[in-house]
């Protein structure tokens, strides 16, 4: 049986003085996955999340949360009743201390982890008195990662989690994460222009370019189906247009041909040995190369 | 919690503020004795002119002490301090914390924003309310050391007057900090409106008891009119209206 969708968005849109920030985004993402949310910067990326949150209202289209209208108000409220979120700023209260800053949220959230706050003040090294002011991004970012996750939240909603930190930080951030999701059962969506972190923790991805989901997908699923075809000819390779469903892309360089298609290798292969290549190799496609492919490619 | 928050946003400029009204309070009761050698010696004055006439004016205020306290205090000093302090505790909010300040935190938690905004006026209107009857009631605390006495009834009156008719320069810089993501823009329209308002009703020479700021001072009490019912009720509708306008605003922005 399928799981459950947490977030769901159809054909959703918003535009900032008739600048299309979002476009047309529709995604989904099941119950207990974790969600990379993968795009260029100015993609798309934090708007749509401030849409999850009620943050900013949609121009047009729809986006759900825990089957809830996002738009609604009230039901915004309840949405983010389960929601953890850390920004992209990791935008705290400068003038609270770090345990202001979790006396201050703990009460908002019923089923408050006590035990969980200790562990991670602990594990990340946290000191309770210091002036949120004075803390290091990483610091911060470790903060705001304990105040999404001692919220019991079914959804962890992460804006670039992991910007601006040093490589050491970012691994504790993301087994952090990951240690979480296997303990707690939480769905996480989280944003960032890391290929390597979205590789690394992620099960699902969600790829976005200019407001537009243009690959989204199991990240397993995504593997087995992009294939890279490379065709070489003995002259100047031909200009040839494929019928084959999943083209993504076409390159020509001289005597190679490479094709990148989304749904396996087999139509391609059988359309170009029409064509007399000398030779045809079929290879696997990683992750960095459907976005490039597919985001980087287009500008 | 949300309480808790707005009051340490508010906190400096709410405890400056107390302090600053009481010391002035203090000093405006303890200048008295001082007051009373000037007017003998001012008693001189050419009483012709515009400038002799509210020489003139304010001398015959001083020649008792609920005048003196009323013309010194509660009409000039308090009225202007206290204008000042309810501008900028009506300064800040979500709009101006969106760059860094905490405001997508903020809206990250299970409040809507109408209770977040509410919680926040209501904090800054009960400092308002604080600063507006303390540094008042200073006033018949203090006035044994000069060897008078004052009401504390009407102490109370002056203070729940400045403090009613007031609230509606909070809650326009209130309004204004929903439109304009500085800090600035907000007190600097309001204090300009508010010099301007009492610019134009000086020019005028109209009826001070039917302004804004006439009513600030219950200037009709103090002259035995009663209180200023319609001015109190017009200045609380325009609070609410502002605060309203400020929630909606607020509610369909953008962050």
């Not at chain 1, 947490?6 to 535009?15: A, G, V």
């Not at chain 2, 403090?163 to 309001?190: C, K, Q």
């Not at chain 2, 009490?221 to 605060?243: C, E, I, M, T, V």
């Amino acid at each position: 049986m399928a799981e459950p969708l947490i977030i769901e968005t159809r054909d959703l849109h918003k535009r900032y003085d008739g600048v299309a920030a979002v476009d047309g985004l529709t995604l989904q993402v099941p119950a207990g996955s974790i969600c990379g949310f993968l795009g260029r910067n100015g993609a798309g990326k934090t708007t749509t999340i401030k849409l999850l949150l009620g943050m900013a209202r949609p121009t047009s289209g729809e986006a759900r949360v825990f089957g809830l209208q996002a738009a609604d108000p009230t039901a915004s409220v309840a949405i983010r009743r389960r929601t953890g979120f850390v920004s992209d700023e990791k935008d705290l209260y400068d003038y609270m201390t770090v345990a202001e800053m979790i006396r201050f949220t703990a009460p908002f959230f019923p089923h408050w982890r006590a035990d969980l706050e200790a562990r991670y003040l602990r594990s990340f090294d946290l000191p309770a008195d210091r002036k949120i002011s004075t803390l290091s991004r990483g610091m911060r970012t470790k903060l705001a990662l304990l105040l999404a996750l001692c919220r019991r939240a079914d959804l962890l909603v992460l804006d670039e989690p992991t910007s601006g930190l040093d490589p050491a930080v970012i691994e504790e951030v993301l087994q952090a994460i990951v240690a979480h999701v296997a303990g707690e059962q939480a769905t996480v969506f989280f944003s960032s222009h890391q290929i390597g972190e979205v590789e690394q923790i992620a099960d699902r991805v969600v790829v976005i370019d200019r407001g537009r989901a243009v690959v989204t997908g199991a990240l397993d699923d995504l593997r087995d189906s992009y294939r890279r075809v490379q065709l070489v000819f003995e002259g100047e390779a031909p200009d040839m247009t494929f019928r084959a469903p999943g083209v993504v892309r076409v390159r020509r360089q001289g005597r190679v041909l490479t094709v990148l298609s989304s749904l396996g290798a087999e139509a391609i292969v059988g359309e170009a040995r029409a064509m007399n290549p000398i030779s045809i190799d079929v290879g696997a496609v990683g992750l960095k190369e459907i976005f490039l492919e597919t985001v980087a490619g287009e500008h | 919690m949300p309480f808790y928050k707005a009051w340490l946003e508010t906190r400096w400029r709410f405890l400056s503020g107390l302090a600053v009204l009481v010391c002035a309070a203090v000093a405006i009761v303890l200048a008295y004795p001082r007051a009373v050698a000037v007017l003998q010696e001012a008693a001189r004055f050419d009483r012709a002119s515009e400038l002799g006439r509210q020489i003139a004016e304010n001398l015959d205020l001083l020649g008792s002490y609920q005048g003196y306290v009323w013309s010194q205090w509660f009409r000039q000093t308090m009225r202007q301090l206290w204008a000042l302090f309810a501008v900028m505790l009506g300064t800040g909010g979500l709009l101006a914390q969106t760059s860094g300040g905490g405001a997508l935190y903020t809206l990250s938690l299970p409040l809507s924003r109408t209770r977040l905004l509410g919680i926040r006026a209501a904090t800054a209107l009960a400092e308002l309310a604080v600063l507006a009857l303390v540094p008042a009631l200073v006033v018949p605390l203090a006035s044994p050391a000069v060897g008078q006495s004052y009401s504390v009834a009407d102490a109370f009156v002056y203070g729940l007057c400045m403090f009613v008719a007031g609230s509606t320069l909070f809650s326009l810089t209130f309004l204004l900090s929903t439109v304009f993501t500085d800090i600035w823009r907000p007190p600097l329209i309001v204090l300009c409106l508010a010099g301007f308002i009492a610019l134009v009703r000086e020019a005028l020479q109209g009826p001070s008891t039917a302004s804004l700021l006439g009513v600030m001072t219950a200037e009709s009490y103090f002259r035995g009119h009663g209180l200023p019912w319609l001015g109190l009720f017009a200045a609380l509708a325009l609070s609410l209206l502002f605060l309203y306008a400020a929630a909606r605003n607020i509610a369909r922005q953008d962050f």
